[in-house]
């Protein structure tokens, strides 16, 4: 990191010239700048900035933890701020670039954060953890994959296991007088059904991309296991040519063709919710979403949930797949990491925020109150009232999979992450063929 | 931006002016220009550097030779992005300019009614392309908008979500922003125009037709080239509008050369190659200004070229 | 469609007496009539349908006719709206505007000033030069070293970070319009002030101000439209809510809310309204200020 600040200094030194930056500088004081904002590398004094997504169901819960520890901890201050999910993977970078970013960096780890630690702009927890074995001991193991670059931790999991799920509208599975897929084709099956219903098959926030990637991701489990994406991750040259993917990508033009999805599904985004609300509003019978949305859907739809409108299951089978039908993917936790450019005395306010807060019973009952299941132990005995079944069920997902694969736009870099979205969402608008498909895919492994 | 962006310059050197006294006024254009240097020229000179390098956006900035070019130059994102901004600046002006004349000219005639509907039509230019954009997806909305409310099945297409129909969307959109304004500028140049032609042709037995061929178009072919390198300069800076409204999909069907840099820079990490699309797409606008300009001076034999 | 045609002119509100051959110049333009009224009808139409639409409750949107006015008119979403904090992007928008365009219009005015008037400078036509060239920068394209200026001033997430690129780039076409029309007024009026011995400072606010008036307002609007309305700058250079301007809170709203279209209609509704307000107010100059300084 120490050569980054020299670095950008010799390109501003030829743009900035003897301009007189000082003399601009005190021109632009008019822009008031509120306190509690943009505390340069996470807060002078006795505080630290954390910034995370808005919206049910997680924002409650973490302005919960984040009260919890400012009025346990009077003579220091956490400053919040909370962004839409596609807003915030963009912002982020932009402020981490101008050395605004906050103390405590939230991410889905894997790729993502690699990056951030091949710019040093993480700190080493390894030594935190075996010194706070305490904390590390109530955290699921599994999670800590996500965390670990090069086995060293950079981060601490946090929050809810999500693997993804196939939710679906039970009334208008009654209405259509159908019963929920057990496998592949009674999915292609039930395609014309819905339609001939005048219900979309599957609702999909398009436009948003990682929602069509969960597609891909089932599918090519289902078919060929998980060892297909473990060669692609490990950057072997070729991997995506496998006649698996071939094989899964047409399945996927299939479904499209069939209208499986709704009308204009590339037009909808999941930061609006949209996609949850083609589901609770029974215009849609069925979607592969991530678990968190029982979350969204509890707190939007009305009595949708709790009249038990909805429900849920693993993805099916593929007929005369290799892969294990008890395998899942999705998010093994969230995770937090430390700004190495955020003041010891910020610093020290987060790791006291990781060993007390972010693993006290509140924490863990409030994600459960949401609707997900903690990446913390012991959490099954709160499961409990109306979301016990939904709670029991994800973390029986999460806990008996043989494998919880990440999802692949959180594993891989942005820049090859970037690539795979575009091409997915492509291969949903018929624009590209299979094949064309894996040989773009191809071209970016290992980057 | 709402940018309209800049028109044709025909900057009119008066020989009366040309004093000697200079000297003493230069100070006065010196903030201006210390200010455009340093906001405009030293971060375009700052881009071209950047092409050179690689750099993720938060990590060190490298010096790498030709690698930013090469990856940009091999990437089939690119062609699309061209044949895009070409396809909207083409389609858009191909829409825009047969209306906003005939809007234009029949606005010019001066009626009571008539400054009523310039009035109106006005409006669209005072939204941002962000509102703009916002509204146009909630209206065009398969599920929940216009379409599905009045249950009209021709209204129900997929808008936004079909690559066709989201050019075509777009189009329309970008149209409806700007055809008031070019009709405005229509309008005002024929109303320049001396009615003496017009009576004199009426005389000949010219129609309402001929007329509009043979005095009212020769009449404003110098306000044409300028409208037109308003609508030719300024699609290329289509962003707040693409970004709200499709965020350049579907896939990659609206994805126009400002996307693409901003979706290769802030999306993909990727600086130095979206330095490079930023390169390219100056030197497009600065040649197509070029083009239109000459177009226009080239045709404009009255004035003499200045600066 | 109907209560459009209800509207569309009968043929015989146009027949302005006048001689004989300007009569047949005026028969009815039934083309260009029903062109106009066409378009203004589409012009229109998302207009009227985001305004009742910000008056429905969201349970009412899906059931009732979109283009119906609401049976069971609300405030709702508007109290909505404002209570996320609108009030306060407003203001920012307002700083940001005020700021970036009184001094992009003042040192814009010199320089046009001073470009006119020092013809056959060198340094001057260097500088006019630079100028034009500028005009085919788009803002777009120098966002990423921009965005490098402002961290190292230090001004990220700030307003400021959004006023000083936003100065430079209305300064091009400022100085365009704003010489051309200097360039108009006699030379004779300049020689009579610099017999009075006037200084060029005093000629440039005593003469040259009051006679390019129209030009001032046109750019002021021109340029102050594009800066309110700016999106890129705030999306690159600005994070937090307290600095969010208008477009971006937009943006922000349209994810929040979802599908509740009545709150996005309103907060698009309430946002537009100061600007429609103002227009309504000074249409006038801006519409004869903009044919004027375009119609060059």
Not at chain 2, 198 to 227: C, M, N, W
Request: aromatic share 10%.
């Amino acid at each position: 990191m120490t050569n980054n600040p020299i670095s950008r200094r010799n390109f501003l030194g030829l743009a900035a010239g003897a301009a007189g930056a000082a003399a601009l500088a005190a021109c632009g004081s008019d822009g008031p700048k509120a306190p509690g904002t943009g505390s340069t590398g996470g807060g002078g004094g006795g505080s630290a900035s954390y910034w995370s997504l808005s919206g049910p169901p997680g924002e409650p819960v973490r302005k919960a933890a984040i009260e919890r520890f400012n009025k346990a901890n009077a003579s220091t201050k956490i400053e919040e701020l909370y962004f839409q999910n596609d807003a915030y993977k963009q912002k982020i970078k932009t402020s981490l670039g101008a050395n605004q970013g906050p103390t405590m960096i939230w991410g889905w780890g894997g790729g993502g954060l690699k990056e951030y630690v091949n710019s040093n702009l993480v700190e080493d927890l390894t030594d935190w953890f075996g010194q706070n074995a305490a904390v590390k001991d109530k955290i699921l193991a599994s999670s800590f994959g996500a965390a670990t670059v090069n086995g060293k931790i950079y981060a601490m999991p946090i929050e809810t296991v999500q693997p993804i799920v196939l939710f679906y509208n039970k009334k208008v599975f009654e209405r259509v007088g159908v019963q929920p897929p057990k496998s592949w084709g009674e999915i292609m099956a039930l395609v014309p059904k819905f339609n001939a219903a005048k219900v979309a098959p599957f609702s999909l926030a398009g436009q948003s991309r990682w929602t069509n990637m969960m597609w891909l991701e089932f599918l090519l489990d289902r078919t060929a296991g998980s060892e297909v994406f473990d060669r692609v991750f490990a950057g072997e040259k070729d991997a995506w040519s496998d006649p698996a993917v071939l094989d899964m990508l047409t399945k996927i033009q299939d479904l499209v063709k069939a209208n499986g999805f709704q009308k204009g599904f590339s037009s909808t985004t999941a930061d609006s919710n949209a996609d949850q609300a083609l589901l609770y509003t029974g215009k849609a019978a069925m979607m592969l979403h991530g678990s968190w949305s029982y979350g969204i859907q509890t707190a939007n739809g009305g009595n949708f949930v709790k009249e038990d409108g909805l429900g849920w299951m693993n993805f099916p089978a593929v007929e005369g797949g290799k892969g294990d039908p008890s395998n899942t993917v999705g998010n093994p936790g969230q995770y937090l990491s430390i700004s190495s450019k955020a003041t010891p005395e910020a610093k020290e306010i987060a790791k006291k925020f990781f060993s007390t807060t972010l693993v006290d019973d509140d924490e863990k009952s409030g994600w459960v109150k949401s609707g997900g299941v903690p990446v913390l132990k012991n959490s099954d005995s709160l499961f409990t009232g109306g979301d016990a079944q939904f709670l029991k069920d994800m973390a029986g997902i999460a806990n008996g999979a043989k494998v919880f694969a990440q999802s692949w736009d959180q594993a891989l870099s942005p820049t090859a992450a970037e690539t795979l979205l575009d091409n997915i969402a492509k291969l949903f608008q018929l624009q590209v063929s299979p094949q064309q498909w894996v040989s773009a895919m191809n071209g970016v492994i290992g980057k | 931006m709402t940018t309209i962006a800049p028109p044709v310059v025909r900057t009119k050197e008066s020989p009366r002016s040309s004093g000697g006294r200079g000297g003493s006024v230069v100070w006065m254009a010196l903030p201006a220009f210390v200010w455009f240097i340093f906001f405009g020229i030293i971060p375009l000179i700052g881009v071209l550097a950047l092409s050179f390098t690689t750099w993720n956006g938060f990590g060190e900035i490298v010096p790498s030779g030709l690698d930013s070019w090469r990856a940009t130059l091999k990437d089939p994102g690119l062609p699309n992005a061209l044949w895009v901004t070409f396809l909207i600046m083409a389609l858009s002006w191909a829409v825009q300019t047969p209306l906003s004349i005939l809007l234009g000219v029949f606005l010019a005639t001066s009626k009571r009614y008539r400054e009523f509907l310039a009035v109106l039509f006005f409006i669209p230019l005072l939204l941002s392309s962000a509102a703009i954009a916002i509204t146009y997806k909630s209206l065009l909305d398969p599920s929940f908008g216009l379409g599905s409310g009045l249950g009209v099945e021709a209204l129900n297409q997929d808008w936004l979500g079909n690559a066709t129909l989201a050019m075509a969307t777009l189009i329309f959109i970008v149209s409806w922003q700007f055809i008031p304004f070019h009709t405005l500028i229509y309008q005002g140049a024929v109303r320049q125009i001396p009615t003496s032609m017009y009576e004199a042709s009426q005389i000949d037995g010219a129609g309402r037709v001929r007329q509009f061929f043979s005095i009212t178009l020769p009449q404003i072919k110098y306000t044409v080239i300028t409208s037109s390198t308003l609508m030719v300069v300024g699609s290329l800076t289509f962003f707040d509008l693409i970004y709200v409204l499709t965020a350049g999909g579907p896939g990659d069907a609206t994805r126009a050369l400002a996307l693409l840099m901003y979706r290769q820079g802030f999306q993909a990490n990727l600086m130095g190659p979206a330095s490079a699309i930023a390169v390219i797409l100056v030197l497009v606008g600065l040649a197509l200004s070029l083009l239109l300009r000459r177009l226009g001076g080239r045709a404009d034999e009255s004035q003499s070229e200045g600066a | 469609m109907a209560t459009i045609t209800k509207h569309a002119p009968s043929p015989t509100v146009t027949g302005t007496p006048g001689s004989r051959l300007r009569r047949r110049a005026r028969s009815y333009n039934w083309f260009g009539g029903g062109l106009s009224w066409v378009w203004l009808f589409i012009v229109m139409l998302p207009i009227y349908w985001i305004v009742i639409t910000s008056f429905k409750t969201q349970d009412t949107y899906f059931v009732t006719n979109p283009l119906l006015p609401p049976s069971d008119f609300t405030l709702t979403n508007y109290k909505t709206v404002i209570e996320n904090d609108v009030i306060r992007y407003f203001f920012n928008s307002v700083i940001v505007t005020v700021g970036a365009i009184v001094p992009a219009v003042a040192i814009s005015f010199m320089a046009a000033y001073a470009i006119v008037r020092g013809a056959g400078n060198r340094l001057l036509k260097v500088m006019n030069s630079v100028f034009l060239m500028g005009l085919a920068i788009p803002l777009q394209a120098v966002i990423i070293p921009v965005y490098l200026i402002i961290i190292k001033l230090q001004m990220y997430d700030t307003l400021a970070a959004i006023i000083l690129p936003s100065i430079a780039f209305a300064i091009p076409l400022s100085v365009l319009v704003l010489a051309n029309f200097i360039r108009d007024v006699p030379k004779e009026l300049f020689e009579s002030m610099r017999m009075d011995g006037a200084t060029e400072w005093g000629t440039l606010w005593r003469l040259a101000f009051p006679l390019t008036r129209p030009a001032l307002v046109t750019v002021t609007i021109y340029n102050a439209l594009g800066i309110w309305n700016g999106f890129l700058l705030p999306l690159v250079l600005t994070q937090s809510p307290d600095q969010r301007t208008i477009p971006l809170a937009l943006a922000n709203f349209s994810g929040q809310f979802g599908i509740n279209i009545p709150a996005i209609a309103a907060s698009v509704t309430l946002t537009t309204l100061p600007i429609v307000l103002l227009y309504a107010i000074g249409r006038r100059q801006l519409l004869s200020g903009l044919t004027a300084g375009f119609g060059k």
